[in-house]
Nanobody, 124 residues
Framework: QVQLQESGPGLMKPSQTLSLTCTVSGGSITTNYYYLSWIRQPPGKGLEWIGYIAYSGGTNYSPSLTSRTSISRDTSKNQFTLQLSSVTPEDTAVYYC????????????????WGQGTQVTVSS
């Protein structure tokens, strides 16, 4: 059974770079056709997709965040990492990592696995 677990700092100061790591157990992050996403939910708001790293290592980011976002992976540790630069209080949210299967430009049944989420608060 695949499990995802987020880890990283819970409190950030404005202008810093947020770094969160998702550790995947029970499955490989290089398994064909799986895309590993970061998603966040600000307080009282809906879910916002941040970006993904594919099984191949390719990445894609939300247009609203692409200039500040970098997602990378460490296959030896079965982990992938979100870096979000120049954070502001508007980046305060619960951050999730999640998995989706896509092939031939078709994605299936939304995200099939989610981490529990980790609270990130940006405050001076």
């Amino acid at each position: 059974q695949v499990q995802l677990q987020e880890s990283g700092p819970g409190l950030m100061k404005p202008s810093q770079t947020l770094s969160l790591t998702c550790t995947v157990s029970g499955g490989s992050i290089t398994t064909n056709y799986y895309y590993l996403s970061w998603i966040r939910q600000p307080p009282g708001k809906g879910l916002e997709w941040i970006g993904y790293i594919a099984y191949s290592g390719g990445t894609n980011y939300s247009p609203s965040l692409t200039s500040r976002t970098s997602i990378s992976r460490d296959t030896s540790k079965n982990q992938f990492t979100l870096q979000l630069s120049s954070v502001t209080p508007e980046d305060t949210a619960v951050y999730y990592c999640a998995r989706m299967r896509c092939s031939g430009y078709v994605c299936y049944d939304g995200f099939d696995e989610w981490g529990q989420g980790t609270q990130v608060t940006v405050s001076s």
